[in-house]
């Protein structure tokens, strides 16, 4: 019998050992693919932490504001002083004036001072006493009746946000959870004006006129009497500048309108001054304007879940604390508004302060590209009120801004991913 050769024994050994060889190469068996847990954090199924602003404006409603006062003067503005006083030169009005005499003679010197004088304005035709004989100066002042409680709402504003979004990897299921931290503001601005009820009181002087007349037969001027109605344009523009007038002999006259320099003296200096003083109730001459202007600051912070719709969109809800910074400028402008020129007295006051707030936002989140993208969504914060006060020689006055009432409004931005 023929024995196997060495050749064929090791032709044998190496086909038994080819299968061994190739199961080697093969590796271990895949690894079955699970999903990630229904909570937690899991950095290998979601995209690395990175981080997203967002650059956007808002438009939010104002705070509730209440005003009251506890008392308001409106001084008068001027004080034309003693009318029996021949050494005040100068008398000013709320609607007018009687200032020195610059009058002068041929050679440029001053005339002697005879109680008259021709520099003097006023504001307003009705000024003229009914029978032409003179004219009227005023000054005004009123004291303002309780305390007029007011309530209102500051306007609608638009103002800006800044959030910053940080994306740990944290999840519920598809639902992303990030931490946010933003800033917004929005300006604060209410005005109101309402007549309110006030005693007024009003000093009258009357001034006596002395018109020159023109006579056309002789070309001449002569000096009125006292009394005489003023021949010169009495109207209702300022008559305070003094003219003159060369008559046909070559003489040259002042032909401005003339006053007496002191209220009602006349030619005779026992005549009684012709100062009259009234009070009167009204509750359609006073005005009060409340006028408060500011801005405030929200910072907010709090966790932000994603919810995906589709690969581009996503809704957003976010709620959490937040504070509140405001600062505003409290101002009250009390008017007498008489025929002529108002009487006005402004008082102000500012203040800052800090206050807790809450927050919630709702948005809708659309992905132009992988770090760029846009949102639009409602907008809700409450926080707490802050009064403000002025205490004035004219008045008390006081505030409440309160942000209570819950602002609502709607926003709308640009979202970047780095």
């Given at each position: 019998m023929k024995q196997p050769s060495?050749?064929?024994?090791?032709?044998?050994?190496?086909?038994?050992?080819?299968?061994?060889?190739?199961?080697a190469q093969e590796g271990p068996p895949p690894e079955q693919y699970e999903p990630p847990p229904a909570v937690g954090m899991d950095a290998s199924y979601f995209a690395p932490p990175q981080n997203k602003i967002s650059i956007g404006f808002r438009t939010m409603t104002g705070p509730k504001i209440s005003?009251?006062?506890?008392?308001?003067?409106?001084?008068?503005?001027?004080?034309?002083?003693?009318?029996?006083?021949?050494?005040?030169?100068?008398?000013?009005?709320?609607?007018?004036?009687?200032?020195?005499?610059?009058?002068?003679?041929?050679?440029?010197?001053?005339i002697a001072p005879d109680g008259r004088t021709n520099t003097w304005n006023y504001q307003s035709a009705s000024q003229i006493t009914p029978d032409g004989n003179g004219v009227m100066m005023h000054t005004y002042?009123?004291?303002?009746?309780?305390?007029?409680?007011?309530?209102?709402?500051?306007?609608?504003?638009?103002?800006?946000?800044?959030?910053?979004?940080?994306?740990f990897g944290w999840h519920v299921g598809k639902v992303q959870i990030h931490l946010i931290a933003g800033l917004g503001g929005n300006d604060i601005h209410y005005i109101l004006t309402k007549f309110v009820p006030a005693e007024?009181?009003?000093?009258?002087?009357?001034?006596?006129?002395?018109?020159?007349?023109?006579?056309?037969?002789?070309?001449?001027?002569?000096?009125s009497p006292a009394g005489s109605k003023p021949s010169g344009p009495v109207t209702s523009t300022s008559l305070s500048f003094p003219s003159s007038a060369t008559d046909l002999s070559g003489n040259t006259t002042d032909n401005s309108t003339l006053l007496d320099s002191q209220p009602n003296q006349g030619n005779d200096p026992n005549t009684p001054s012709s100062r009259q003083q009234s009070t009167q109730h009204t509750t359609t001459e006073?005005?009060?304007?409340?006028?408060?202007?500011?801005?405030?600051?929200?910072?907010?912070?709090?966790?932000e879940f994603i919810v995906p719709v589709t690969d581009k969109f996503h809704v957003t809800l976010s709620t959490g604390p937040a504070l509140v910074y405001a600062g505003t400028t409290f101002s009250v402008v009390q008017t007498i508004n008489t025929p002529s020129v108002n009487t006005t007295s402004t008082v102000?006051?500012?203040?800052?302060?800090?206050?807790?707030?809450?927050?919630?936002?709702?948005?809708?989140?659309?992905?132009?590209?992988?770090?760029?993208g846009f949102y639009a969504g409602a907008v809700y914060q409450s926080s707490t009120s802050y009064g403000q006060s002025i205490q004035s020689e004219n008045g008390a006055f006081h505030t409440k801004i309160d942000f209570g009432n819950g602002q609502q409004g709607v926003r709308m931005g640009v979202n970047f991913k780095f």
């Amino acid at each position: 019998m023929k024995q196997p050769s060495v050749r064929s024994a090791l032709l044998l050994g190496l086909l038994a050992a080819i299968p061994a060889w190739l199961g080697a190469q093969e590796g271990p068996p895949p690894e079955q693919y699970e999903p990630p847990p229904a909570v937690g954090m899991d950095a290998s199924y979601f995209a690395p932490p990175q981080n997203k602003i967002s650059i956007g404006f808002r438009t939010m409603t104002g705070p509730k504001i209440s005003t009251s006062s506890s008392f308001g003067i409106v001084p008068s503005q001027f004080n034309p002083g003693d009318p029996k006083d021949s050494s005040i030169t100068s008398r000013v009005y709320a609607d007018g004036g009687v200032f020195p005499d610059a009058r002068t003679d041929s050679n440029g010197v001053a005339i002697a001072p005879d109680g008259r004088t021709n520099t003097w304005n006023y504001q307003s035709a009705s000024q003229i006493t009914p029978d032409g004989n003179g004219v009227m100066m005023h000054t005004y002042s009123a004291v303002i009746d309780g305390s007029n409680p007011q309530k209102g709402k500051a306007d609608t504003g638009s103002g800006f946000e800044l959030t910053l979004d940080r994306d740990f990897g944290w999840h519920v299921g598809k639902v992303q959870i990030h931490l946010i931290a933003g800033l917004g503001g929005n300006d604060i601005h209410y005005i109101l004006t309402k007549f309110v009820p006030a005693e007024v009181t009003t000093l009258t002087d009357t001034y006596s006129l002395y018109a020159p007349s023109f006579d056309a037969t002789t070309g001449d001027y002569t000096l009125s009497p006292a009394g005489s109605k003023p021949s010169g344009p009495v109207t209702s523009t300022s008559l305070s500048f003094p003219s003159s007038a060369t008559d046909l002999s070559g003489n040259t006259t002042d032909n401005s309108t003339l006053l007496d320099s002191q209220p009602n003296q006349g030619n005779d200096p026992n005549t009684p001054s012709s100062r009259q003083q009234s009070t009167q109730h009204t509750t359609t001459e006073v005005t009060d304007q409340w006028h408060i202007k500011g801005a405030y600051f929200l910072l907010r912070v709090g966790p932000e879940f994603i919810v995906p719709v589709t690969d581009k969109f996503h809704v957003t809800l976010s709620t959490g604390p937040a504070l509140v910074y405001a600062g505003t400028t409290f101002s009250v402008v009390q008017t007498i508004n008489t025929p002529s020129v108002n009487t006005t007295s402004t008082v102000t006051d500012g203040h800052s302060t800090v206050l807790p707030a809450y927050f919630a936002d709702a948005d809708v989140e659309y992905e132009l590209t992988e770090r760029t993208g846009f949102y639009a969504g409602a907008v809700y914060q409450s926080s707490t009120s802050y009064g403000q006060s002025i205490q004035s020689e004219n008045g008390a006055f006081h505030t409440k801004i309160d942000f209570g009432n819950g602002q609502q409004g709607v926003r709308m931005g640009v979202n970047f991913k780095f």
